[in-house]
Each structure stands twice: as structure tokens, then as C-alpha cells.
């Protein structure tokens, strides 16, 4: 026992060696933005900001989290009715935008996997965005109510109502980029959130 204490103490002090001579030759500058680095909440673990229902511009329904069925979970357009699988916390990252789901506390994004619904996936970890959760609108004034087209900064294709449905449990895809109807959003407060 007293061996393996002197053993873990001496392989404790080497790490704190290495580390102290590192942090030594560092420049203080590396040292502040490797700190701000870590220091990044995980896109989509505040709670500031308010929530959006995103609504379809030719159904006038919204994006719903889906909370059941084959995984990855997906998304579909349902009729508004104020569930928290239709409220988004939309959240600006960089020069991009990351659509948060209240009720999942997962993010819009593109799958892995090579099909063409969207998915909801871990918004990121460790301070860094998942890439596959970004979105760029396609015009300013997001926040408004305006109606955008939001195009994955990941593989450049737009949210899609698949099929131009206006049926109720259509799924949402990701398409080529095309401006129809289908592929424009406007976002619409929750009250009281």
C-alpha cells in the first residue's frame, strides 16, 4: 500500500511538473485564449434567450421535435399548439445560428447518417459548436418574425417540408437549396418564455 501511495504521489508531482514547466514557456496570450476557450458555455446548455416556434411559410405549421420513434430523432410540421417540442431557443454562435429544442435540449442539425431528414444531435461539447448544428438565415432580421431560409453552414442545403405537404407529421429534411415556399421559416415568440 505505502508503495503504491509513493507511486501515485511521484506520478502526481511529475504531472504537475510537466504542466507547470509548459504553462512556464507559454505566452500569456495562449494561456488567456486557451482559458476563454474552455470558459464557452455548450451551445444549448443556458437558459437565456427567449423561445420560437419556427413556422413553415406555406403550411403554417410548425417544426416539432419529434419525441418518439426511430433514432436519431427526428423532426415533422404539426399544427401550433404551444408544446415544448415546438419551442426553439434560437442562439447565435459566431456568424451562425443554432436551433436549440426546449423540450429535447438537443439541436437541428444534419445527420451522420446518409438519408435526408433532419435530426436532433448534441448542440456541442467541450466550448466548440457541432458543426452539423449550424445554420446561416438568408437574410437579417431572423429574430423579427421575418421569413428566411436557414442553410446548413455544414453541407449548404436549406430546412425542407419534404414534398411541399401541407399535411400534419410531414417530415422536415434537409434539400437542396431551391426557395420555394417549403423552405421558408419565420419565427414566432412564445409567449411568457
Known amino acids: 500500500m505505502a508503495e503504491t501511495t509513493r507511486s501515485f504521489t511521484r506520478g502526481a508531482g511529475a504531472i504537475a511538473g510537466a504542466l507547470l514547466a509548459v504553462s512556464a514557456v507559454t505566452p500569456p496570450a495562449a494561456v488567456a485564449a486557451a482559458a476563454a476557450a474552455v ?106 418574425g421575418r421569413p428566411v431560409m436557414w442553410r446548413s453552414a455544414f453541407n449548404k442545403e436549406c430546412i425542407d417540408v419534404f414534398g411541399r405537404s401541407h399535411d400534419h407529421y410531414t417530415i422536415v429534411q434537409h434539400h437542396r437549396c431551391h426557395r420555394d415556399e417549403n423552405q421558408v421559416f419565420r419565427l414566432v415568440p412564445v409567449t411568457g418564455s
Open 39 to 144: 470558459a464557452l458555455p455548450q451551445p444549448g446548455s443556458d437558459d437565456r434567450g427567449d423561445f420560437y416556434s419556427i413556422v413553415a411559410e406555406h403550411s403554417d405549421l410548425a417544426i416539432t421535435a419529434q419525441t418518439h420513434g426511430p433514432r436519431p430523432l427526428g423532426m415533422v410540421q404539426a399544427p401550433m399548439g404551444g408544446r415544448t417540442t415546438q419551442q426553439w431557443r434560437v442562439v447565435r454562435w459566431g456568424h451562425a445560428w443554432v436551433l436549440v429544442n426546449r423540450h429535447s435540449g438537443l439541436c437541428a442539425a444534419i445527420p451522420r447518417e446518409p438519408h435526408a431528414r433532419l435530426v436532433q444531435d448534441v448542440c456541442g461539447r467541450y466550448g466548440r459548436v457541432n458543426p452539423r448544428a449550424l445554420w446561416h438565415a438568408d437574410r437579417p432580421g431572423v429574430l423579427s
